[in-house]
């Protein structure tokens, strides 16, 4: 317990996300809702509380999630809650809890926002992390699976993110997974005390796990053991190669990779990832896979369904990197300080800021009389791009003045032009802070 006078930080593993970074998730999300919506995604906001059975049922009782990272918690009436590790059982849940398969056709959906596992903190790893994600629920189609990766280049690319590498594989269904589990397990049987505790306990309980497994000196091992792909049965391989085609048809490249199993017990057909070269050890930017079985272990009717999650946090980091320096990828800057002199210039200098902030300009405006040199020193160091002076002078000859802030020229500009001359002069579009706001609105 910290003493009373101890100055009390955030939670281990969580992290504020200040104004200086938050421009950037703002402008990542947004790329992300665009492009969503160019697929028809809907967004879908549900509990970051829910019942721990959900994620035990369906990410899996054996997993690292399950066993190791959720945060878990016995609520006053003893119910066992758990703050969400990951959206698409949720997602499922909410789709079955509201019979949106009796909508008709496929839901698309989407979220954007916090999930807790309690992982060792490190760059590109946090306790309390953020996830753009979506799923398809109602088709099994493997056309699906290529155009929800076919999006997801695309918002890549929106993002100019480069260097980045899709890794591809199938993990089989019920029907053929028990034939490669018993390969697998005999594969097992002969190399397993030389593998780490956990793949010694995950040999007999969930040998699936061990190909997902990070120790480095198991990675050899693992390296020989058999390949799921040599073991689809007819209908998962069907799948994995028309998917591989369709990927080809539309010229995305991707690495197939046995081993990718992925740490969440409920995929089937389809997995994937993207990793990037921007990030360090913790390089998967995103993963994601079909899970046609999930909907019935939650207790819903059987509906074949596909996703995946972006880890903000991660992707935020990248593009960061990749648009470091550019003018439009930088913070919004205010389009204007104004600044007035004298009593009488305060109810016109007040009307001119509510008026251009109406036309959905960002407008800031000194609250107390200030010498003009006082004055241009806050509207450099708050970065605002123009600064509009009304004293004295400027209310006798009914012109105000404009200083460009970054070239220090000077213009004397009518009120009632002074919107449109702003928004000509803006080279930033984003200085326009929002929509304009319709005079009628405010009343
Ligand atoms: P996941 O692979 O567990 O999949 O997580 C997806 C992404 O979330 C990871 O690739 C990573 O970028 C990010 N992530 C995971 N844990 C952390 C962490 N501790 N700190 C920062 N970022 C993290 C899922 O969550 C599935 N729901 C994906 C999915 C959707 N499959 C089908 N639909």
């Known amino acids: 317990m910290a003493r009373e006078s101890q100055l009390i930080r955030s939670v281990k593993g969580t992290r504020d996300l200040l104004p200086s970074e938050t421009h950037l998730w703002q402008r990542v999300e947004d790329e992300a809702r665009a492009v969503l919506a ?14 721990t059975a959900l994620f035990a049922r369906s990410v899996g009782e054996e997993t690292d ?33 509201h019979s949106l398969y009796n909508e008709g056709g496929i839901q698309k959906l989407y979220y954007v926002g916090p999930m807790f596992r309690r992982e060792r903190p490190q760059k590109g790893r946090y306790r309390q992390f953020y996830q753009i994600g ?33 890794l591809l594989n199938s993990v089989g269904c019920p029907l053929c997974r028990p034939e490669y589990l018993r390969v697998l397990r005999q594969a097992l049987e002969g190399v397993k005390t030389n593998l780490c505790g956990d793949c010694q306990r995950r040999s007999e309980t969930n040998p699936l796990r061990v190909l997902d497994c990070k120790v480095e000196a198991d990675q050899p091992i693992i390296a020989r053991l058999p390949s799921i792909l040599d073991h689809l049965g007819p209908e998962c391989r069907q799948h994995f190669d028309r998917v591989t085609a369709e990927l080809d048809e539309r010229g995305i490249q991707y690495t197939i990779t046995p081993r990718l199993v992925r740490g969440l017990d409920y995929y089937t057909k389809t997995t994937f990832e993207i990793t990037s070269g921007a990030l360090g050890a913790q390089n998967a930017l995103l993963g994601g896979g079909r899970y046609d079985g999930l909907a019935q272990m939650i207790g819903g009717p059987p509906t074949p369904g596909i996703g995946f999650s972006i880890g903000e946090d991660r992707l935020v980091l990248a593009v960061g990197e990749a648009v470091a320096g550019r003018a439009d990828w930088a913070a919004a ?4 300080y104004i600044v007035w002199m004298g009593d009488r210039a305060l109810a016109p200098a ?6 251009l ?7 800031e405006i000194g609250y107390e009389p200030a010498k003009l040199k006082k004055s241009m020193g806050i509207a450099s160091r708050i970065g605002a791009r123009f600064a509009v002076i009304i004293g004295e002078g400027e209310l006798e000859s009914g012109r105000y003045q404009v200083k460009d802030m970054s070239s220090g020229e000077q213009q004397a500009v009518e009120p009632v032009g002074l919107v449109e001359y ?5 080279t930033a579009p984003n200085c326009v802070a929002a929509a304009a706001i319709k005079s009628s609105d405010q009343g």
């Open 350 to 355: 007040r009307e001119l800021a509510r008026e």
């Open 134 to 166: 979506a799923e398809v629920l109602g088709s099994d189609h493997p056309t699906i699976d290529a155009e929800v990766i076919e999006l997801l280049m695309l918002y890549l690319a929106r993002l100019q993110l480069e260097n980045t590498a899709l």
């Open 333 to 336: 800057p205010v389009a204007a």
């Open 65 to 97: 999630i399950v066993t190791k990272e959720m945060y878990t918690f016995s609520d006053r009436d003893h119910e066992s809650l758990t703050l969400r590790p990951e959206a698409t059982a949720s997602v499922v849940r909410a789709y079955i809890e």
């Open 357 to 363: 902030r109406r036309q959905g300009l960002s407008v």
């Open 422 to 426: 702003l928004r000509t002069h803006l």
């Open 38 to 51: 160019a697929y028809n995604f809907h967004e879908i906001r549900t509990p970051i509380l829910e019942q």
